[in-house]
């Protein structure tokens, strides 16, 4: 698979290589070998037929030297959970953001939809502003705190597989909502045709079109 077969499937968007300079206000590459890591994902963990799933603390992946080297490497030795993210989508149909950087390991090819943080307006935001990036598989990428992002998009019918660093306790429950801020350092809006996410409670605060990839093995 390449950004080029991926483009042109998607004539719509202009999808931008993650290595490019575009991506430079919204974060940098990290270049620590995370081979391990990604060994131990592909071999225990498979995408289901639809959906996402998100397991926000695995030990066995935390366990590994290079996880533990990648987490003092970007945070400076704070404490950190390391999770993984993986299943079959091609949309954003959300968007979020947190305090402290999230950094994601690229076990599959896949895209990242994102956004700058100072273009919210009111705890809103248009879709038309994100930015297209392919993101292949190896990579690591450290996505800044004033970052917008959601659930990465798949590239092709075997769906994706990511591992996911992020400050301890992001993700952890609330008492109660607090406006978008859902749970602790993850504030959240959806896209107005998420009706699943607006039923839950979450304000449907991201406006414009709803962005869909083409998968490459698509017919």
């Known amino acids: 698979m390449s950004l ?26 990290v270049n620590e070998d995370v081979d391990e890591a990604i060994s131990y994902v592909s071999a225990n963990v498979h995408p289901p037929q639809s959906g996402n799933c998100y397991m926000p603390s695995v030990e066995a992946l935390e366990n590994l030297p290079s996880i533990r080297s990648l987490s003092h490497s970007v945070y400076g030795h704070l404490d950190v959970i390391a999770g993984i993210v993986f299943g079959d989508n091609n949309v954003l ?9 999230e950094t994601i390991i690229a076990v599959t090819d896949f895209v990242l939809i994102v956004g700058h943080i100072w273009d919210m307006k009111e705890q ?40 996911c660093l992020l400050l301890k306790g ?44 083409h998968h490459c093995d698509e017919s």
């Open 124 to 163: 809103t935001y248009d879709s038309s502003l994100c930015e297209c990036f392919y993101v292949p598989q190896g990579t690591v990428v450290e996505c800044y705190g004033t970052t917008l992002h959601y659930t990465p998009v798949s590239v092709n019918k075997n769906g994706f597989r990511t591992i």
């Open 93 to 101: 149909n959300g968007i979020e953001y947190h305090q402290g950087s």
């Open 170 to 213: 992001t993700g952890d429950s609330l008492p109660e909502r607090q406006g978008i801020l859902k749970k602790k350092n993850k504030w959240f809006v959806a896209h107005k045709e998420n009706l699943e996410k607006i039923e839950s409670g979450d304000y449907p605060g991201l406006k414009g079109e709803l962005i869909m990839i």
């Open 4 to 29: 080029e077969e991926l483009q042109k499937k998607n004539p719509k968007y202009n999808i931008k290589d993650i290595y490019s300079q575009a991506f430079q206000t919204y974060g940098r590459i």
